[in-house]
Structures are given as structure tokens and as C-alpha cells.
């Protein structure tokens, strides 16, 4: 400290470095005071459905108007005039309004593009439950899950009534494309089909598209990594790695007509049949299966390999003496490193 007061640029730095600490510390308290007596808005449903009360008991036009409006603060206090007469200033019912105003939006507000007469479905006879089934365990107005057109449809569907797009959308037509389709949509909305795990009603691509659809536009309209080279090279590891993606558009028998006119380039190398063999490798490593029969129907069974000498016992090591450079001929085919009595017997 006395080093500090004898360097008048030295006391002038701690000068400001206390001054910082103590803002800090202020506002650290103003901060936890804050926090300790601000409420966070919430209502709970949960606790009104178990003491009884009817939907109509607080939105009193639920059963006579399309909008059915959201409680009243002089509603609310015929019970609350009694219950929060203990209770705190900020825990009283008064904090969920603005003056008389309830400060939560209604769920009525979905906006123009969407047509929702909530007294028709009243009048239709359906319980406030059959579209609102989540509000008998809320406990957070604010959290009120919207609701999803899926069970819309579903509803309309098992009741018979009008469920095309214009039912409930008057500006959204079979004929217009959502607003994501436009820019390079052509070629994102692969990933999009593929994923399947968007919530988004403009990624659910089975409300305006047939399964058809995709194959007669890709038959017209190749993907973009369906170039030549592709095709020569690279389809086959696709295929290998993702068979489901091409089973989008191709049929397995499409995979056998094409290759019975065009041989796979991989059976063109020197070492690709007898007497290597390479080509069990592909079955092989890891162990597939014994049969070929998707493109060699005809192929003898690898059961039937030639038996072994009668000097020769299964306990020996076939590879020591078979092998480039050994005693007796190499192997006629790949070694897989399979035992060799499996087929030898």
C-alpha cells in the first residue's frame, strides 16, 4: 500500500480496479436479490382440472364464441379472494394480469393463414379434451404445446368431414409452395426426405407428394451425384454402404438387369476368378454367406471341394505346406483364413 501511494499512476490503477470490484460486488447482491423475489409466470392447469373447475368456468365463451376468451381477474378472485389472502403480494393472483388484462396470449391466436371456428367444434360435440388433451397436466400456461395438424387431419378423417388443405388454410392450396421450397431446396430436400425427423409441416413431404412422385421426377431428373464417373466408380460403395437410399428410387431387380448386361468393374481385374479367386473375398471378409446366387445362380455349392488326401489328418496345418513357395501347390484359391475342413473334408 505504500509503494501505491508513493506512485500516484500506481494509486490511480487500484483506484479503478476497487472501484470495479465494488460495482461488481453491487451488482452480484442486486442480482441475487433480484433473483430471489422475481417470479417467473406460470399458471397450472393441473391444479384447477383437479379441484373441478369446468373450462367454461374460466373461459366463459368457450361454449358460445369462436373465441372463448382467457379468464378475467375478477373470475379469478371469486376463489382467489379467499386463497391468497395469506399469501404474499407477488404470489397473488394480480401478478398473472396486467391491470385486468391476462398477460398469457390465447391459443386462438394462430393467425390468419389458419382457420380454426372453435364454436363449430363445440357445437359438434367434442369435449375441450379431444383437441386440448395435454392442459388436464400442465403446469406452465407458456408451455402449452401447439397444436399439431396431424391430429386435425386424423380427427377430421375418422369423423368424415372436409380435410383437404383449404378446410382449415384459405391462402395455403395444393399448388403453392411452401416458403423453404424455393433457393436450393431442389437439392437439399434429399437430406430433408431421408432424415425424416423434422417437426416441421413444410418437411412433411407425404401431404402434398406420392411415393411416386419421387421416382418419376428423379426418372427425368437424376440426382446431382449421379454423374457418369459415379455410375463407373463410385455407385457400388453407395450401394454397399446405403442400400436403403437406393431402394428410394431402384428396385433390387434393377441392380440385376443392369449388371447382367454390364459387368461390374471389379471382375474385370486379372485376379478376380479361377485360379485366385479373388472375388470370395467380397463374402468373405467378414462372412457373409456361401451363395453367389445374386448374380451366379448356377454356381456349385463350395461344399463341394475336393476332399483331402488320405495322408492328410484335420490337424494339420494346411497353410505351411500350401502355400507361395512351399512343398506342395498354393492354394487354388483366396485365403480367407477360414479352416480349411470346412469345405475339405
Same mark, same amino acid.
Not at 368424415?160 to 431442389?186: F, M, Q, R, Y
Given at each position: 500500500?505504500?509503494? %501505491? #501511494?508513493?506512485?500516484?499512476?500506481?494509486? !490511480?490503477?487500484?483506484? %479503478?480496479?476497487? =472501484?470495479?470490484?465494488?460495482?461488481?460486488?453491487? =451488482?452480484?447482491?442486486?442480482?441475487?436479490?433480484?433473483?430471489?423475489?422475481?417470479?417467473?409466470?406460470?399458471?397450472?392447469?393441473?391444479?384447477?382440472?383437479?379441484?373441478?373447475?369446468?373450462?367454461? !368456468?374460466?373461459?366463459?365463451?368457450?361454449?358460445?364464441? !369462436?373465441?372463448?376468451? #382467457?379468464?378475467?381477474?375478477?373470475?379469478?378472485?371469486?376463489?382467489?379472494?379467499?386463497?391468497?389472502?395469506?399469501?404474499?403480494?407477488?404470489?397473488?393472483?394480480?401478478?398473472?394480469?396486467?391491470?385486468?388484462?391476462?398477460?398469457?396470449?390465447?391459443?386462438?391466436?394462430?393467425?390468419?393463414?389458419?382457420?380454426?371456428?372453435?364454436?363449430?367444434?363445440?357445437?359438434? =360435440?367434442?369435449?375441450?379434451?379431444?383437441?386440448?388433451?395435454?392442459?388436464?397436466?400442465?403446469?406452465?400456461?407458456?408451455?402449452?404445446?401447439?397444436?399439431? #395438424?396431424?391430429?386435425?387431419?386424423?380427427?377430421?378423417?375418422?369423423?368424415?368431414?372436409?380435410?383437404?388443405?383449404?378446410?382449415?388454410?384459405?391462402?395455403?392450396?395444393?399448388?403453392?409452395?411452401?416458403?423453404?421450397?424455393?433457393?436450393?431446396?431442389?437439392?437439399?430436400?434429399?437430406?430433408?426426405?431421408?432424415?425424416?425427423?423434422?417437426?416441421?409441416?413444410? !418437411?412433411?413431404?407425404?401431404?402434398?407428394?406420392?411415393?411416386?412422385?419421387?421416382?418419376?421426377?428423379?426418372?427425368?431428373?437424376?440426382?446431382?451425384?449421379?454423374?457418369?464417373?459415379?455410375?463407373?466408380? =463410385?455407385?457400388?460403395?453407395?450401394?454397399?454402404?446405403?442400400?436403403?437410399?437406393?431402394?428410394?428410387?431402384?428396385?433390387?431387380?434393377?441392380?440385376?438387369?443392369?449388371?447382367?448386361?454390364?459387368?461390374?468393374?471389379?471382375?474385370?481385374?486379372?485376379?478376380?476368378?479361377?485360379?485366385?479367386?479373388?472375388?470370395?473375398?467380397?463374402?468373405?471378409?467378414?462372412?457373409?454367406?456361401?451363395?453367389?446366387?445374386?448374380?451366379?445362380?448356377?454356381?456349385?455349392?463350395?461344399?463341394?471341394?475336393?476332399?483331402?488326401?488320405?495322408?492328410?489328418?484335420?490337424?494339420?496345418?494346411?497353410?505351411?505346406?500350401?502355400?507361395?513357395?512351399?512343398?506342395?501347390?498354393? #492354394?487354388?484359391?483366396?485365403?480367407?483364413?477360414?479352416?480349411?475342413?470346412?469345405?475339405?473334408?
Amino acid at each position: 500500500m505504500a509503494l %501505491l #501511494m508513493r506512485h500516484p499512476r500506481l494509486r !490511480d490503477v487500484s483506484t %479503478l480496479v476497487l =472501484g470495479i470490484a465494488f460495482v461488481t460486488l453491487a =451488482g452480484c447482491v442486486l442480482f441475487d436479490g433480484a433473483r430471489s423475489t422475481r417470479r417467473s409466470y406460470a399458471f397450472s392447469h393441473k391444479v384447477h382440472v383437479e379441484q373441478e373447475l369446468a373450462c367454461a !368456468d374460466c373461459h366463459l365463451a368457450a361454449e358460445s364464441a !369462436d373465441d372463448p376468451g #382467457m379468464p378475467g381477474v375478477g373470475a379469478c378472485k371469486l376463489c382467489h379472494g379467499e386463497i391468497d389472502a395469506q399469501k404474499p403480494a407477488d404470489r397473488k393472483v394480480e401478478t398473472l394480469f396486467e391491470g385486468k388484462k391476462y398477460r398469457a396470449l390465447g391459443r386462438s391466436n394462430v393467425g390468419p393463414e389458419i382457420v380454426f371456428p372453435h364454436l363449430r367444434h363445440v357445437a359438434a =360435440g367434442l369435449e375441450c379434451a379431444a383437441c386440448h388433451a395435454e392442459v388436464a397436466g400442465n403446469e406452465d400456461a407458456i408451455e402449452l404445446a401447439p397444436a399439431r #395438424m396431424d391430429n386435425c387431419t386424423q380427427c377430421h378423417a375418422e369423423r368424415k368431414v372436409a380435410n383437404d388443405c383449404a378446410t382449415c388454410h384459405p391462402t395455403i392450396l395444393p399448388g403453392l409452395k411452401p416458403e423453404s421450397h424455393g433457393g436450393t431446396w431442389t437439392r437439399q430436400h434429399g437430406n430433408v426426405c431421408r432424415a425424416g425427423t423434422s417437426d416441421r409441416t413444410s !418437411d412433411r413431404c407425404d401431404l402434398c407428394h406420392k411415393e411416386t412422385d419421387c421416382a418419376s421426377c428423379h426418372q427425368t431428373n437424376p440426382p446431382e451425384n449421379h454423374t457418369n464417373q459415379w455410375r463407373r466408380v =463410385g455407385h457400388g460403395v453407395t450401394a454397399a454402404l446405403d442400400r436403403e437410399s437406393c431402394s428410394t428410387c431402384h428396385q433390387p431387380s434393377a441392380c440385376l438387369s443392369c449388371h447382367e448386361e454390364s459387368t461390374p468393374r471389379s471382375h474385370n481385374s486379372a485376379s478376380f476368378g479361377a485360379p485366385r479367386s479373388t472375388h470370395c473375398i467380397t463374402c468373405h471378409e467378414p462372412l457373409q454367406g456361401e451363395g453367389c446366387s445374386a448374380c451366379h445362380a448356377n454356381t456349385p455349392s463350395h461344399a463341394l471341394a475336393s476332399p483331402k488326401p488320405p495322408s492328410h489328418t484335420p490337424s494339420m496345418n494346411c497353410r505351411q505346406c500350401h502355400q507361395p513357395g512351399g512343398v506342395l501347390p498354393p #492354394m487354388p484359391h483366396v485365403d480367407d483364413g477360414s479352416n480349411c475342413n470346412r469345405c475339405h473334408h
